[in-house]
């Protein structure tokens, strides 16, 4: 991402979008035969298969590329080259739609458990190693947008205008109680957290605070300050 770059809506909404798409019958029969095939499907084949017009298929399959459920390109079937244009195919991208509401975020839990797994040094404990894994992923996010969008001097309201942007779309769902105190009133991890708090509150404690540290911002800290139904941390004025 540049610094002139559209922003791109959080993935819960991006989610939300690709399940409205599928909500036209049609759409949702074409979606799912091409996904079947395991290989591109032409618009005539896609048309076929739930008996509509070739112009209505093309509307249809260009919205599902749309909402980032199909690829498209230019090739001949079967890879055999032929005289003229090639006719336009289309296959499933990699995207998985997961829908929560509120948002979850177990997959990144996971990924920086697994980190932690993976990385774990000698004397080190589990938990050690996923507060670790934890606090670097938030520090390497952070300095990743320092040097996407270059803000310079971060101060306590501008910094946290920058991590309200993040902290949405990670799920925690941000609320700027005063100009300098930030609360998030979602626990993306939830319920796991309420498994294991200790581990889970620390990591997002560690998560968080790498963050900051990765973006430099000036004057601001993260705490735990638990409340019921809300995540554990808080972002405000550092602590003299």
Known sequence: MTSDATPQPPAGDAAIESISVLGEDSRRQ?????????????????????????????????????????????????????????????????????????DRRHELLADLLLEAVLTEDDGESAAEAALRSACRRGRELGASEREQTRPGRLGAERGLSVCERMLDQHGFEPVRETPTQLRLRNCPFHPLAAKAPELVCGMNHAFITGYLEGLKVNGVEATLAPRPGECCVQLGPTKE
Do not use: C, N, W
């Open 30 to 102: 074409m979606f799912a035969f091409i996904r079947r095939q395991r290989r591109p499907v032409t618009r005539d084949e896609a048309a076929a298969s739930v008996g509509i017009s070739r112009k209505l298929a093309a509307f249809h399959l260009d919205k599902l590329v749309d909402a980032g459920l199909l690829r498209a390109r230019y090739e001949s079937p079967g890879g055999i080259r032929k005289v003229g244009r090639q006719p336009k195919v289309y296959e499933p991208t990699d995207s998985h739609i997961h829908v929560s509401i509120p």
